[in-house]
């Protein structure tokens, strides 16, 4: 009797598992998880390399670099002031679990300096990275979920990291945050003569003689 009972207990949660709508359990995954970056308006940044340690204790170098998502154009405000928006774009981090700690080097093309260091993150920003893919969106249960989780990384003068995530819905949660220190090798690790990826931008330069660069707003 016992076991017959143990056996439709198993038997009705397996039918409430098939018959929950928001399940993806066979949705379509992709292998990796993807990270980007995002710069306040007119503090244009370069990143030169990034690394991940995943939970695992494995390291993964030269996962992602390259130009960040622009989140404001100029507008006569001081809209470089906090974060106006999250980049969507992101680059595939394979063969990675979650991470564990998130290593990044950039230029602050604005200051002409550049930061590097690591940034743990946290539990819970695993666990949206997790359910991202795991549950389909309530407000669109007929849609497939999110084919792998997404990470962010806003890099802003001063050396600051904000970490955003999405979710199943792909709305973006500001997660972990950080400060890492001015590299002192420079640009390149000093490997370029000291020179950047690029110039002030006009529009950059316009900006801060009018504004000034905003830090503490990040």
Same mark, same amino acid.
């Given at each position: 009797m016992k076991v017959l009972f143990v056996l439709l207990a198993? *038997?009705?949660? @397996?039918?409430?598992? @098939?018959?929950d709508p928001l399940s993806a359990k066979n949705d379509? =995954? *992709?292998p990796w998880w993807g990270i980007g970056f995002t710069e306040p308006a007119h503090m244009t940044v370069w990143v030169e390399t990034s690394a991940v340690e995943d939970i695992k204790g494995r390291t993964y170098h030269n996962v992602a670099a390259g130009a960040a998502a622009r989140s404001a154009l100029e507008n006569g405000t001081e809209n470089a002031r906090g974060w106006s928006g999250v980049g969507r774009g992101s680059m595939p981090v394979t063969g990675a679990d979650l991470p564990k700690r998130l290593f990044v080097r950039w230029q602050s093309i604005v200051e002409r300096k550049t930061y590097s260091g690591w940034i743990d993150i946290s539990e819970s920003t695993r666990d949206i990275?997790?359910? @991202?893919?795991a549950r389909r969106c309530h407000k669109y249960p007929q849609i497939s979920a999110n084919p792998s989780a997404l990470l962010n990384l806003g890099l802003a003068p001063g050396g600051i990291i904000q970490v955003w995530v999405r979710d199943d819905c792909y709305h973006a949660? =500001?997660?972990d945050r950080g400060q890492v220190d001015i590299e002192p090798l420079g640009p390149y690790l000093g490997k370029?003569?000291?020179r950047y990826a690029w110039k002030i931008k006009d529009s950059s330069q316009r900006y801060i003689e009018r504004f000034g660069i905003p830090y503490g707003s990040w």
């Open positions: 198993t *038997l009705a949660i @397996s039918a409430c598992q @098939s018959a379509y =995954k *992709l990275m997790r359910n @991202s893919t949660h =500001k997660v370029n003569e000291g």
